[in-house]
């Protein structure tokens, strides 16, 4: 199972939105409505920010959304803070395993 | 509240194993999965595989085939992970997840270092 394609970075000013992209194939991003996200500290554990696409847990700003289409998935960060600076995951269900993408480092300017 | 503890950082020398521990409190672990997700310095995150608790049964990613080894002891609400014939590309940051559906990590242990070096 490869790894879900994800741009390795993406930035934006305070204010602003960024769009993260994830692609995966049929077998995982494409196959499932389960797709989820994950945000990122240096030294700290991921955190689950979106679930089965555009679920959000309690507690996560809902200036996180998530949505699919066809087999690329995209996180979305609008009203960006600087506390938003930090790497994000997108994972897929992919029948057998679970997969992750590669990363992308968000950066606030 | 709900928490997953682990056990602490291990150093190995390359061939031997190395057993994980992530204990569950908060809530009752059975029916609820763990999740085993390992991050090499600078690395992105890397699915290694799952036990279901109560059940026992899981499923691994075939990249370890054979070296890994997902348990349980629900008496004691904590699952295991055993990684064996370490290799130095094996250093690595070791997390369980909670997976509280279906590919829904929302509870995770603070991570386990395992360093593999001669």
């Known amino acids: 199972q490869s790894a879900l394609t994800q741009p390795p970075s993406a930035s934006g000013s305070p204010g602003q939105s960024v769009t993260i992209s994830c692609t995966g194939t049929s077998r995982d991003v494409g196959g499932y409505n389960y797709v989820s996200w994950y945000q990122q500290h240096p030294g700290k554990a991921p955190k689950l920010m979106i679930y089965e696409v555009s679920k959000r847990p309690s507690g996560v700003p809902d200036r996180f959304s998530g949505s699919k289409s066809g087999n690329t998935a995209s996180l979305t960060v609008s009203g960006l803070q600087a506390e938003d600076e930090a790497d994000y995951y997108c994972s897929s269900f992919a029948g057998r395993d679970n997969v992750f993408g590669t990363g992308t480092k968000v950066t606030v300017l | 509240q709900v928490q997953l503890v682990q056990s602490g950082a291990e150093v190995k020398k390359p061939g031997a194993s190395v057993k994980v521990s992530c204990k569950a409190s908060g809530y009752s672990p059975i029916g609820y999965a763990i999740h085993w997700v390992r991050q090499a310095p600078g690395q992105g995150l890397e699915w290694m595989g799952w036990i279901n608790g109560g059940s026992g049964t899981g499923e691994f990613s075939q990249k370890f085939q054979g070296r890994v080894t997902i348990t349980e002891d629900t008496s004691a609400s904590t699952a295991y992970m055993e990684l064996s014939s370490l290799r130095s590309e094996d250093t690595a940051l070791y997390y369980c997840?909670?997976?509280?559906?279906?590919?829904?990590?929302?509870?995770w242990g603070q991570g386990t270092m395992v360093t593999v070096a001669s």
């Open positions: 997840a909670r997976n509280n559906g279906y590919n829904t990590f929302d509870v």
